[in-house]
């Protein structure tokens, strides 16, 4: 059933909320994806704090004109969905994306994105899409804080042993 304008508006500004509150935002190609398939994935997304939109491509493009960023570089063709990512960790929506299009192979993947206050290409939202969670981060950061004194308290315990 065809939307009527005042519908559309409603997306549109929606959209557009969204991608400017959003600390990123992730545009994704999908085809011949079950309902199963995308309710899980949903879910998924969901339960880490990335809210995922369908929509006609002429209301992303109206959104994204609205919003201020230039659409040309961004290939929107075939079906096409938005996951935007609020709060601290502002990788959440790339990575919960890049792994749900690893599980669901060839029916997701990552066509662009805006990161920063830019639009970005899908190979640079993929290597976004790499980078480790905050809380992972800190962790590593510990450890190498941490490495050189555990190091030392080895040394020493084996030195004592000898002694």
């Known amino acids: 059933m065809a939307k009527t304008k005042a519908e559309k508006a409603a ?19 999908f085809s011949q994806l079950s309902v199963a398939d995308e309710t899980a994935m949903r879910r ?3 339960a880490e704090g990335v ?15 609205r919003a201020g960023y230039k659409h040309e570089e961004l290939p929107l063709e075939g ?6 990512g609020v709060g601290d960790d502002i990788t959440a929506a790339a990575r919960f994306v890049h792994e ?15 990161f920063e206050g830019k ?3 899908a190979v640079r939202m993929k290597e ?26 080895i040394a020493l315990s084996e030195v004592a042993k000898k002694v």
């Open 11 to 29: 997306i549109i500004e929606k959209l557009e909320k969204g991608i400017k509150d959003a600390s990123s935002a992730v545009f994704v190609h």
């Open 44 to 46: 998924a997304l969901r």
């Open 51 to 65: 809210s995922y939109t369908v929509a006609k491509k002429t209301l992303i493009r109206r959104a994204l004109e």
């Open 79 to 84: 079906e096409v969905a938005v996951a935007l």
């Open 100 to 114: 749900a299009a690893k599980k669901l192979a060839d029916k997701v993947s990552i066509i662009g994105g805006i």
């Open 119 to 121: 639009v970005m290409d």
């Open 128 to 153: 976004i899409a790499m980078i480790p969670s905050m809380a992972t981060l800190r962790g590593m950061f510990a450890q190498v804080i941490n490495s050189p004194r555990s190091r030392f308290a």
